[in-house]
T-cell receptor, first 112, second 113 residues
């Protein structure tokens, strides 16, 4: 089946530092999404990307849809303790309706 | 506006039993999706229902099944439970059109002993 390779698997950073994580795929996606999951809760959508090359920001978060349509990255600037959680990328194939394929997640830990 | 709700929040079963998980979508949403999240892993797509019909199915055995009711709520049934079925089961809902955002519920944590 389709797979998204997400890296890094985990990060332990100091408050105030910038964070970067990315996802790559062997398949072309027509949509890339980034979600955050807090403990005991479902994932919450952070950013949606619909066009190759698209760069979108949401506060301190910035994500880009790769030109090849096979990758995406998420940057978090000036991290704060509440950024702690697991970040997932997800992609939607053009021929798979609304079904999403998820990456394995990046666990972010922020030291105050 | 109420979000996606799921019940129960936790479920403990023994191997061989059946489990039924329930999901109520956001009002107005007609599509419901089920995902399995094993401990420490990403989400694996299970099932997609829209307008009462199964639209797509992930790579899971037939003992994972479900249905969508006329009010768009959904059930996920897992028969002949196995230890490795222990996971967080997440339900999401969306409007039917392509590119519509999926909103997730808090999940049901299933433990099979």
């Amino acid at each position: 089946g389709q797979q998204l390779n997400q890296s890094p698997q985990s990060m332990f950073i100091q408050e105030g530092e910038d964070v970067s994580m990315n996802c790559t795929s062997s398949s072309i996606f027509n949509t890339w999404l980034w979600y955050k999951q807090d403990p005991g809760e479902g994932p919450v959508l952070l950013i949606a990307l619909y066009k190759a090359g698209e760069l979108t920001s949401n506060g301190r978060l910035t994500a880009q849809f790769g030109i090849t349509r096979k990758d995406s990255f998420l940057n978090i600037s000036a991290s704060i303790p509440s950024d702690v959680g697991i970040y997932f990328c997800a992609g939607r194939l053009g021929n798979a309706g609304n079904m999403l394929t998820f990456g394995g997640g990046t666990r972010l830990m922020v030291k105050p | 506006e109420a979000g996606v709700t799921q019940s129960p929040t936790h479920l403990i079963k023994t191997r061989g039993q059946q489990a039924t998980l329930r999901c109520s979508p956001i009002s107005g949403h007609t599509s419901v999706y089920w995902y399995q999240q094993a401990l420490g892993l990403g989400l694996q797509f299970l099932l997609w229902y829209d307008e009462g019909e199964e639209r797509n199915r992930g790579n899971f055995p037939p003992r994972f099944s479900g249905r969508q009711f006329p009010n768009y709520s959904s059930e996920l049934n897992v028969n002949a439970l196995e230890l490795e079925d222990s996971a967080l089961y997440l339900c999401a809902s969306s409007l039917a059109q392509p590119r519509e955002t999926q909103y997730f519920g808090p999940g049901t944590r299933l433990l099979v002993l």
